[in-house]
């Protein structure tokens, strides 16, 4: 019984190589009958696992898409590279999938044997980011978080103010956002009756949760939109707002939702909430937009790109 287990392991991890194999071809890898691999076939497809055949001479088998995702088997190359990439999903280089990634990466990280977790720590700690971020959040902090959300289940957390004022939280998480900056957590307050945004950093889970919940609806039916419309005015050192010359929905597909908050004003116009570390980043940044726009705040960004501007000007005089 052992060597049958042993041995359809290894025929799955042969097809989980993403080709056609002929039954003589398994039959020499696995040192069997082509008879044995066609009832281990019969055996993985007993246990639920879609694979393909063809017959003749020009046959072979393949391991089909199913309607449940199989247990992978990664060699020590793939596994290092998914954790890899999942940490650097979950810290939002990827947007739009940060909580999927941790609590992949979670799942990973238990089946890691000992000279794999070595290795992706390794590699963790010789590898720095160009890119600005915010605070660090710690990473059980938003395992936790991002399991009250999956589960559905209240979380109760001590959460610092910007005063420095401490206070327990009942919540009913809803999202993790991240801003590109900063992770928020925007979720239903039982106790105020109201949706607040959470500044991630500032939130230490309490051990048990709560019960679990029905989710409701965001203002708006849209998390980010919710949380960078609350956070616009504290979540730059230097906000702004900025009309730019066209269209919302075609500004939206230059302009990341990470960028900022875009608000459609006409057919022909759009208002921007955004903001940067400093008002030269801020002026660069509305540089690369190449469209008309209008300052509206702050008037200090309007003689920061009136400097652009002469700088720029001064520089195409020259011959």
């Not at 003749?56 to 995702?69: E, K, W």
């Not at 900056?181 to 500044?199: H, K, M, N, V």
Request: aromatic share 4%; proline share 6%.
């Amino acid at each position: 019984m052992v060597e049958t287990s042993v041995r359809l392991l290894r025929l799955l991890t042969l097809l989980q190589g993403h080709r056609d194999w002929s039954g003589t071809e398994l039959a020499d890898r696995l040192a069997v009958s082509t008879r044995t691999v066609r009832t281990d076939v019969e055996r993985l497809r007993v246990l639920g696992y879609r694979i393909e055949s063809r017959p003749g001479v020009a046959g072979g088998y393949r391991l089909g898409a199913g309607s449940a995702l199989p247990p992978l088997l990664l060699d020590d190359d793939e596994a290092v590279a998914v954790a890899v990439g999942l940490r650097a999903a979950a810290s939002g280089s990827v947007r739009g999938i940060e909580e999927t990634s941790l609590r992949a990466l979670a799942k990973l990280e238990q089946a890691l044997p000992s000279r794999l977790r070595h290795r992706v720590d390794a590699l963790r700690a010789a590898t720095v980011s160009a890119a600005a971020g915010g605070p660090t959040v710690d990473a059980e902090t938003l395992t936790a978080v991002s399991t009250a959300v999956h589960r559905q289940e209240r979380l109760r957390f001590d959460y610092a103010g910007h005063d420095g004022t401490a206070t327990v939280r009942d919540v009913e998480p809803y999202r993790l956002v991240y801003t590109g900056r900063r992770w928020y957590l925007l979720g239903w307050d039982t106790d105020r009756a109201d949706w607040r945004t959470f500044r991630a950093d500032r939130i230490q889970p309490r051990v048990p949760g709560g019960p679990r919940f029905t989710p409701r609806e965001p203002p708006g039916g849209d998390a980010v939109a919710h949380v960078l419309r609350g956070v616009g005015s504290t979540a730059w050192p230097h906000p702004a707002r900025v009309r730019l010359h066209a269209p919302a929905d075609r500004m939206a597909q230059r302009i990341p939702s990470t960028a900022g908050l875009l608000e459609a004003i006409d057919e022909h116009s759009c208002l921007l909430h955004t903001g940067g570390e400093s008002l030269s980043n801020l002026a660069a940044f509305l540089g690369t937009l190449e469209v008309d726009l209008d300052v509206l705040d702050p008037p200090e960004l309007r003689d920061v790109l009136r400097g652009v501007a002469a700088r720029l000007g001064r520089a195409a005089q020259v011959s």
